[in-house]
């Protein structure tokens, strides 16, 4: 089974059309989008009539083709439009909403899990923010602290005591939907893990999930896919590592640079992985 993930390209239309073209050539069985699909510039609450209008037709298009998209929103996604984009997922046979479920290709041996919950961020959308472990030490914020509702942004007054009382990444691990064959399981985290260089920051800080470590470490799946942290395979050199036998995978992304796409081509039954990067054409 070949598939082609890419993450983090934000809204940004020709990167998801040249996606779609890419696939339409290579005709991989697969299309994985790990997070933060919608678009991050102008208003967030507007949001919603990208998935309406774009990613509608969009998603008609791989339904087409008969090629499997598997989706999920991310940390810059608002969860107030969480339900429309299951429902413009619901549409198409061959188009799956990937957070918090596990999906399997009829004939596959492989199965697929997604969760995009993130350990909290300095950034002040917390929509889809959470402690890491118990123990878990927050960043320095960085201006208010907010969550979206269908009436606008509301202000958390205090963000610190509100994030005690939700479950902790490692919890929702816990609560996951559980793998029936770990050794063909290719888990879709948004979040990076910690301790194996896909989660540095342009300041050269660490910031992955030392919970999903843990868990990847104790379980032991094929592949796990990673987004979230743009720059941390141009600041560490790595765009892919290990943990035991499980391959990680981090392809980065530009936001900084709308005018480059990258993403990632893997053949499960090989493991050949190959980075891309292509430039808009002018």
Known sequence: MKLL????????????????????????????????????KGNLLHQDK???????????????????????LGNDDLRIFDDLFQKTCD??????????TKFE????????????????????LKDRARKDTTDFEHPKQIGKQYLSTPNGFKK??????YVENLPTIEDELRNLVKSSN??????????????????????????GSK?????LKKKQPKLSLHGHIHESPDVSGKWYSQIGNTICIQPG??????????????????????????KKDK
């Open 50 to 72: 990208f998935i309406t209008g774009f990613l509608d037709e969009y998603f008609s298009r791989f339904e087409s083709k008969k090629i499997y998209y598997l989706g999920q």
């Open 105 to 124: 290709i009829e004939g596959s041996k492989y199965e697929f899990i997604g969760m995009n919950w993130v350990s909290d961020l300095p950034f002040g």
């Open 253 to 278: 992304q530009f936001r900084q640079d709308e005018d480059s796409l990258i993403y990632v081509l893997i053949d499960l039954e090989t493991m050949n992985l190959e980075r891309k990067m292509i």
């Open 5 to 40: 993930y890419v993450t983090d390209i934000h809204g940004i239309e020709w990167k998801h059309n040249e996606i779609f073209h890419i696939a339409s050539s290579l005709k991989p069985d697969v299309v994985i989008n790990g997070g933060d699909i919608l678009p991050f």
């Open 182 to 207: 770990m050794s063909n399981t290719i888990y879709i985290f948004h979040n990076p893990p910690a301790n194996i260089d896909l989660d540095v920051t342009h300041a050269g800080q660490k910031v």
């Open 211 to 215: 919970a999903e470590y843990a868990f």
């Open 91 to 100: 549409k198409y046979s061959y188009v799956v909403n990937m957070a918090q």
């Open 156 to 161: 958390v007054e205090d963000w610190f005591s």
